[in-house]
């Protein structure tokens, strides 16, 4: 099993421009995640699915778009990027969200805008 | 309301000699903890959680908590640090989020520990 996958692993993107993040689970888990790193601030949600076709947002939406068409994948998407967007992107899948489940995570993507 | 606070945001340690990573937590019940490790330029990983079952949680690579109630503290050990042990520590507590049923992770902001050789 790969777990959780994020593609791609870096992007420099210019002020203004879009781009797409791919994350894919192969363990059949019903909730993905979408976080942002960064420095001395722990992770931030961004948004969260709890299965196909639904989203919600999390403590820091703006400026973000997710889609969760298919069960293992969650995209989270920048339409006009910021320079204050540059952070390292985590996704993370759970089985159920329950207090006891753990997330697991991906291997983190980092953007930089300029 | 529940939050995480890792008490240092550095430690350093001699390769060989005890590892302590302070987290406490704030509850209105009882909650679930966990820590993850970060090494350098990868994902978190799992390293243990507590769910209400034994005090004392033994996590991989060695490492284990305790979970004190009456300290809302969940401090992470190793007994003895390796080179490898070298990374950024989490300390996360699970809560429900609002009512909908569904719990999130609330993050504390992180220890780097770094094993001196």
């Known amino acids: 099993n790969a777990g959780v996958t994020q593609t791609p692993k870096f992007r420099v993107l210019k002020t203004g421009q879009s781009m797409t993040l791919l994350c894919a689970q192969d363990m059949n888990h019903e909730y993905m995640y979408w976080y942002r790193q960064d420095p001395g601030m722990g992770l931030r949600l961004i948004h969260y699915s709890v299965g196909e076709g639904t989203t919600a947002k999390g403590e820091v939406p703006d400026g973000y778009n997710v889609s969760r068409l298919k069960k293992q994948n969650f995209l989270l998407g920048l339409e006009s990027a910021a320079p204050s967007q540059t952070s390292v992107y985590f996704c993370?899948?759970?089985?159920?969200?329950?207090?006891?489940?753990?997330?697991?995570f991906g291997p983190g993507t980092r953007l930089t805008v300029t | 309301a529940q939050s995480v606070t890792q008490l240092d945001s550095h430690v350093s340690v001699s390769e060989g000699t005890p590892v302590l990573l302070r987290c406490n937590y704030s509850?209105?019940?009882?909650?679930?903890l966990f820590w993850y490790v970060q090494h350098p330029n990868k994902g978190l990983q799992l390293l243990l959680k507590?769910?209400?079952?034994?005090?004392l949680v033994k996590g991989i690579n060695g490492f284990e908590a305790e979970f004190k109630k009456s300290e809302t503290s969940f401090h992470l050990t190793k007994p003895s640090a390796h080179m490898s042990d070298s990374a950024e520590y989490f300390c996360?507590?699970?809560?429900?989020?609002?009512?909908?049923?569904?719990?999130?992770?609330?993050f504390g902001t992180g220890t780097r520990l770094k094993v001196l050789a």
């Open positions: 509850s209105s019940y009882s909650p679930s």
């Open positions: 996360v507590v699970s809560r429900l989020r609002g009512t909908s049923g569904t719990y999130k992770y609330i």
């Open positions: 507590y769910t209400s079952a034994a005090t």
């Open positions: 993370a899948s759970s089985y159920r969200s329950g207090s006891s489940y753990e997330q697991y």
